[in-house]
């Protein structure tokens, strides 16, 4: 059977660039940086699972014989680069800035495509591993925020294996998830000192309570029953026995109400 699949790719995309036959208005991103896109509903709902999702489930509605959608969560520049890969299969990925590649694979995922989700993280691993390195701190929020980001959960769960003690010097390190903490703070082969762990320890559990004051002599026994049960599965982890006693009193002491009751 001979194909002509790359004349295709090209006509699909003339009717894109030139707003040919459009009967859908998509308005993306926020001001100041805000684009009303002219699409074609057949195409989206064919080749998108969330468009499919939302034409056929009446999310979109219709005015004057064009479908109109206001998508604020992604940038016009984004969404340019997913109508060209929709309407073409075409995408290009060397020339995107690495921070665009972040911004275009949550798109992705927000948009439920799946393949180039899988085909962007593996361009990132293999062509710009350097950089998810270099930017771990910035990235590792929205690497684990996302379930479909498995291959680069796994790159980033593999860096922290090869270095957990540069990690508990990490102004993010409430970021992470609880079962990475926990990892961390039960291995015994990094050689940090148990109450830098504790400090660290206490510190991710505050900064998960923003409403939490800073100054613990102001905490009301609320405050402590919060802070608890958020390091329930962390402080059993803790060798306390291996803190000095002048470490022990200044930095643990002061939160023995969050402690079990032996210590």
């Given at each position: ?26 308005t ?13 509903s057949a ?6 699972p969330?468009?499919q ?42 020339e ?37 390195r ?5 990235l590792a929020k ?19 294996y ?15 998830p ?14 940090i ?12 559990g ?8 800073p100054?613990i002599?102001?905490w ?44």
């Amino acid at each position: 059977m001979d194909t002509f699949l790359l004349t295709l790719s090209k006509d699909l995309n003339k009717i894109l660039k030139n707003e040919l036959c459009y009967d859908f208005l998509i308005t993306i991103g926020e001001e100041p940086d805000i684009k009303t896109f002219k699409v074609h509903s057949a195409i989206l709902c064919a080749r998108c699972p969330y468009f499919q999702v939302a034409l056929s489930n009446n999310w979109i509605k219709k005015e004057n014989d064009k479908f109109t959608f206001t998508k604020p969560n992604i940038f016009p520049k984004t969404f340019n680069v997913i109508l060209i890969h929709l309407y073409g299969g075409i995408i290009d990925l060397n020339e995107q800035e690495s921070s665009d590649l972040i911004l275009l694979l949550e798109a992705s995922d927000e948009l439920c495509l799946s393949e180039l989700c899988e085909h962007i993280q593996d361009f990132i691993i293999t062509k710009r591993l350097v950089w998810l390195r270099e930017n771990f701190l910035s990235l590792a929020k929205i690497v684990y925020q996302h379930l479909t980001f498995d291959r680069l959960q796994k790159i980033f769960t593999e860096m922290i294996y090869e270095n957990p003690k540069d990690l508990f010097k990490l102004e993010t390190l409430s970021e992470l998830p609880e079962d990475i903490i926990l990892f961390l703070i039960s291995r015994d082969d990094f050689f940090i000192r148990e109450v830098q762990i504790w400090e660290q320890i206490i510190k991710w559990g505050i900064l998960k309570y923003p409403h939490l004051d800073p100054d613990i002599t102001y905490w009301t026994i609320k405050d402590f029953e919060t802070l608890k049960n958020r390091l329930r599965k962390s402080i059993p982890l803790i060798r306390f026995y291996q803190m000095s006693s002048k470490e022990f009193k200044e930095k643990v002491v002061p939160f023995k109400k969050i402690l079990p009751g032996k210590l």
